[in-house]
């Protein structure tokens, strides 16, 4: 399973002990349904086309992981705000396209539930990335990677987490076909757009100036991930719906690279970048 599959098998793998045992029982079933060991193999052709995997494998190889982003910003002290998420009961209907950013954007706002410890959240979240992978026939493939490990690591967070970073490295078995790496790039895209809306949000509630300038600093630091992302998305000019996603993030690569040093990030320049992002995930979901 490739890397961006984590929004999937992210689900079997939050049943957090901080989730409280009637919750946990509440997906329980569905768990066990979807743990299988011996789920059939993959035995789709492999028609990928190598120039576009590899450009896919070395945009994920250099993006931080969404969820170590999402660990990042919630250790700078700011309450837990779920207002700050998608609302799942409002996303719209989606293209496949959409479908692939709505699912990234499903798995950071549990991710972020997550290592908040808001158990209720988490479960809404982990509901609307099961029905959203699904969708996107997603669900074989996190069979065949996950098992019965996640059941068997469901008290250990820290374990969790290592399966799922073991999860993103192996992405060959999934990445066979040029959909499905379009797929996957549009879930990582979603993940990629909902953690700096998150970051945006966070930093805009912020009162201490540490916290807000290690905002600044976050957004900054995207213009060495973004430029990858967005010469991914490049690979599918033919494709109206990922082309104008990726018009607007070249609009926020633009003005990110033009600060040429952290220590000029100011308050103006966090207002207009975080527009843009505002309005980036609002098109999206």
């Not at 837990?80 to 950013?101: C, I, M, R, W």
């Amino acid at each position: 399973m490739n890397k961006i599959l984590y929004a999937t098998s992210f689900s079997l793998l939050v049943i957090l002990s901080s989730c409280g045992d009637k919750q946990s029982d509440e997906f329980k079933e569905t768990n066990d349904s979807l743990a299988i060991d011996n789920a059939p193999k993959d035995t789709t052709p492999i028609t990928v086309n190598e120039d576009t995997k590899f450009k896919f494998d070395f945009a994920i190889a250099n993006i931080p992981s969404p969820v170590s982003s999402v660990n990042e910003i919630s250790s700078w002290g700011i309450p837990y705000n779920n207002s700050f998420l998608v609302d799942t009961k409002k996303a719209s209907p989606a293209a496949e396209f959409n479908k692939g950013l709505q699912l990234g954007a499903f798995n950071i706002d549990m991710s972020y539930a997550m290592v908040n410890n808001v158990g209720e959240d988490v479960l809404k979240y982990m509901k609307a990335v099961l029905v959203k992978s699904e969708a996107l026939g997603l669900k074989s493939a996190v069979d065949q990677m996950v098992g019965k490990r996640a059941e068997k690591n469901i008290a250990n967070k820290d374990s969790l987490l290592r399966i799922l970073d073991e999860i993103f490295v192996k992405s060959d078995s999934y990445l066979r076909t040029n959909e499905r790496v379009y797929t996957a790039a549009a879930v990582f895209a979603g993940s990629w757009i909902e953690a700096l809306n998150l970051t945006c949000k966070i930093t805009e509630v912020a009162t201490e100036q540490a916290a807000k300038d290690k905002g600044y600093k976050q957004l900054w630091d995207q213009r060495f991930y973004l430029k990858n992302l967005s010469e991914l998305l490049d690979e599918y000019k033919d494709k109206k719906e990922c082309c104008e996603i990726n018009d607007k993030l070249k609009v926020i690569l633009t003005e990110i690279t033009a600060i040429k040093d952290p220590k000029d990030f100011k308050e103006a320049n966090f207002k207009s970048i975080s527009e843009k992002i505002y309005a980036l995930r609002t098109s999206i979901i």
